[in-house]
């Protein structure tokens, strides 16, 4: 296929460069493809339409929060035939993230660690790009915003930058990803205990009832949760989701362990790990979340999706819908038709 042998010839002069220059010509490369039609001439998934969260997604293959933080390439990441694309995460104010370098590649484990710290332009910016967005003014597919906390806003205040975002991209989106599970931002996974995760949940929970009231349109929340956590955290967890009447869960975002890595060049670096080490611990809480929500709540699964067979396995621990975001990079944008080729089998 076209795709695959284009990606073939590009991948070794994207991993010469460092990974977030890679990353930064790779995004700006689709966006002027996109906007010269090319694109659109990329082979796309067949149309395997899935409705979750009230929302009939053309085929369950989505794009993870972090390849487009500020919604610049929409358009350009939409051509690779997504069901979906999430753009995110932002923050209320724009921020520099952490310092450079911040993204490391472990290329013997099909592997990625960052410690991006949610760099971003601000919530204001991402609502612009959005706006510009032939994607969202052609309505031609289904669009996440995720949102997050600025890092200088104490942790007890979280929950006001929260809804200071959800109030912003409300009208823009098409579901609301609520992003507490970044290990690079300090102290945010704290948002999963208990009495921290019911504070959060309850104002998001208000704010969005107010704003379907104010737009007459309901837009469905997801909480993307980490894999860092025991059947007793996923237990506790999935009480409050359906107990504040949330309307997905996203599992899960990047791991802190190095188990998997061990002894590799970059192992050491500090971060998120995603990629093939990520995939048994993201299946392990999908299956716990599903054994504890039933079908009461939809679950997007997301990580360590390298290949059609991990994507099935996610759908079979429980998930609704999967996302893409290092599979992309290790195997290009052929990823997107063979993970929907697999799903096909299990609609």
């Known amino acids: 296929m076209c795709d695959k042998f284009l990606y073939a010839l590009a991948r070794p002069i994207l991993f010469s460069l460092d990974p977030e220059n890679a990353h ?91 410690r991006m710290g949610f760099n971003n332009k601000g919530v204001d910016v991402l609502v612009a790009n959005v706006q510009k967005s032939k994607y969202y003014r052609e309505k031609k597919g289904v669009l996440g915003l995720n949102i997050g906390k600025n890092a200088d806003t104490p942790i007890e205040r979280a929950a006001d930058d929260y809804v200071i975002c959800l109030q912003k991209v409300y009208p823009f989106a098409d579901y609301v990803a609520v992003n507490i599970s970044s290990p690079n931002t300090k102290d945010l996974r704290q948002l999963q205990g208990a009495s921290e995760l019911d504070a959060l949940l309850g104002a998001v929970k208000s704010e969005q009832l107010r704003l379907a009231d104010k737009y007459k349109r309901y837009v469905p929340i997801a909480v993307k949760i980490a894999p860092d956590i025991d059947d007793e955290q996923i237990k506790a967890i999935a009480d409050a989701l359906l ?13 802190v362990t190095r188990d998997a890595v061990n002894g590799m060049p970059n192992a050491q670096e500090m971060g998120g790990l995603s990629g093939s080490p990520v995939t048994a611990m993201s299946t392990r809480v999908i299956r716990a979340l599903k054994f504890e929500l039933g079908n009461a709540l939809p679950i997007i699964g997301v990580g360590g999706i390298m290949n059609g067979s991990d994507a099935k396995e996610k759908i079979e621990a429980g998930a609704d819908l999967i996302q893409l975001y290092t599979g992309l990079i290790y195997r290009g944008p052929a990823l997107v038709r063979e993970c929907a080729t697999a799903l096909r089998t299990t609609s």
């Not at 107990?243 to 791991?255: E, L, P, Q, S, Y």
């Open 243 to 255: 107990r504040h009447k949330m309307d997905g869960v996203i599992a899960t975002n990047t791991t």
């Open 24 to 114: 930064t010509l790779t995004m700006h490369s689709l966006k002027c493809a996109a906007s010269l039609g090319v694109t659109a001439l990329l082979p796309k998934p067949k149309t395997d339409p899935r409705t979750v969260m009230g929302i009939t997604f053309p085929n369950p293959v989505g794009l993870a929060a972090g390849l487009d933080k500020d919604g610049s390439y929409i358009d350009g990441v939409a051509g690779m035939g997504f069901g979906f694309v999430e753009v995110g995460t932002v923050t209320p104010r724009p921020q520099p993230g952490n310092p450079r370098p911040r993204m490391f590649r472990i290329t013997a484990a099909q592997a990625l660690i960052n």
